[in-house]
């Protein structure tokens, strides 16, 4: 027997994990953590919170990303997991077919009706790299056209639709793809009309800086790119699964049926990476379209029997839950709590999202004296004043958020799609109390601020 014990390691070198970090893997996330004072230690976490040695907790907005969509160690998750575990299934054997991978297929398919199969890989940035494959495979076409400002994903093939040149830079040479404006149906047309585009990539809503694509504009991009014999590709890593209070984001548009849809994130419940890339029968048949090609396009711990079980929970737990009708809830209750602040306070510009996907953007104000202070974060670096509403929601109120992007003045709530009322209101409570203090004659939070100009200042 091996003497591996994983609670006595943890006890005796949890405490050195932001030196570990430092020393073996990406140092500068523990520099730039200490530096905001986000150098937290926690202990254990549930649902939408998590817990510190001290017992004090702390309310995530930011459910890892979007990965937490049932929150932290949902009870039914776990005992799935738990089962698969105890059943010693034969898996990965890669020459049969279990029961497992079919049954997600066909649960996921459910939510999506115009949809025949699935490819089941591991990341979101996987499910995206195959859709742009099987695009280019079954129309016969190299090009893809994605959106300014797009995120959607950093693998090469996935980078090259990535619409920010801070992910892309010292990465050329990129695949020969092309942004056009977030809604600019002309553009697309022009693209299009070249007769070289394989597909359309887009989310839904932009994930940076929290912005949904114009009404009617995914129906008519639809149209257009049919007609010119290229696909709709939809990458709902980020808002699928009930997160902006439909299943998939592109439903709060009627008469849209994307050709290939990208799923990840709040599939895996939290434990299990998984992506899957769901498509019209006729595109897997092409790529899949000879025994010689049956592994054309695989992933060696794709549909793993894990990731199927945590799966399969997830859309049983979100069926039996309501989950996507509570989120819908939930969301307007909270973005239309924010937007009621937009009068109150000259620096909250706008409060904007579906379900619990909400962008909240800071502006230039108008008073002389906080139009000085914006003025000199602005000079600095753009995107510290939203920095700077961040720091004391987790430092004060104990509530986790990100900003919505880099040089972006727009924080990002993505918040477990379980939160209630309750959270509700310590969120807008906390808000509003660092709003008060951002508009009051100086304090803590500007000191912060000055202190981040100096930061800035340096790494130029």
Not at 63 to 74: E, Y
Not at 292 to 317: C, E, I, K, P, Y
Request: aromatic share 8%; hydrophobic share 45%; glycine share 10%.
């Amino acid at each position: 027997m091996t003497g591996f014990d994983l609670t006595a390691l943890l006890a005796e070198r949890g405490d050195e994990r932001y030196d570990l970090h430092a020393r073996h893997l990406n140092h500068q996330l523990p520099r730039m953590l200490h530096t905001i004072g986000f150098d937290k230690v926690y202990d254990r976490a549930e649902g939408a919170y998590f817990w510190d040695r001290e017992g004090r907790d702390y309310l995530d907005m930011l459910a890892g990303f979007g990965v937490m969509g049932l929150g932290r160690h949902h009870p039914v998750v776990r005992k799935a997991l738990h089962d698969v575990l105890d059943a010693g299934l034969a898996d990965l054997t890669r020459f049969d077919c279990q029961p497992l991978p079919g049954l997600l297929a066909e649960k996921l398919l459910g939510h999506a009706p115009h949809l025949d199969r699935v490819f089941f890989g591991n990341s979101g940035t996987e499910a995206v790299e195959t859709a742009l494959k099987f695009a280019r495979y079954a129309t016969g076409k190299p090009r893809i056209v994605y959106c300014t400002h797009a995120f959607h994903g950093l693998t090469t093939g996935s980078l090259s639709v990535n619409g920010e040149d801070g992910f892309r830079d010292g990465f050329a040479p990129l695949l020969p793809d092309t942004a056009i404006e977030l809604g600019d149906l002309a553009a697309l047309e022009r693209e299009v009309k070249r007769g070289d585009v394989a597909g359309f990539v887009v989310e839904p809503i932009q994930g940076k800086g929290v912005h949904p694509t114009p009404p009617g504009f995914l129906r008519a991009a639809q149209e257009l790119l049919h007609r010119h014999k290229a696909l709709l590709i939809a990458d709902e890593v980020q808002t699928g699964l009930g997160r902006t209070g439909d299943f998939f984001a592109y439903q709060h548009e009627d008469g849209v049926e994307p050709d290939l849809v990208c799923v990840a994130k709040a599939l895996s419940g939290g434990y299990v990476p998984v992506g899957a890339t769901l498509g019209k029968d006729w595109i897997f048949k092409k790529v899949y379209s000879s025994m010689d090609r049956v592994l054309v396009h695989s992933a060696s711990f794709g549909a793993n029997a894990q990731a199927m079980a945590a799966g399969l929970a997830v859309l049983t737990v979100m069926e039996d839950e309501e989950t996507v009708a509570h989120a819908r809830h939930t969301g307007e209750l909270l973005r239309s709590r924010l937007a009621a602040l937009v009068e109150r306070y000259e620096l909250l510009h706008d409060v904007r999202g579906r379900g619990l996907m909400i962008g909240i953007e800071f502006g230039r104000p108008k008073s002389l004296v906080l139009r000085s202070r914006w003025t000199m974060l602005q000079a600095a670096r753009k995107g510290l004043f939203a920095q700077m509403v961040v720091v004391p929601l987790l430092q004060r109120h104990r509530i986790l958020t990100q900003v919505s992007g880099d040089h972006l003045e727009v924080i990002k709530l993505i918040p477990p799609l379980i939160i209630g009322e309750r959270e509700v209101d310590r969120f807008v409570e906390a808000f509003t109390a660092v709003m008060d203090d951002a508009h009051g004659g100086g304090g803590l939070m500007w000191d912060f601020g000055r202190t981040l100009v100096k930061q800035a200042l340096q790494t130029h």
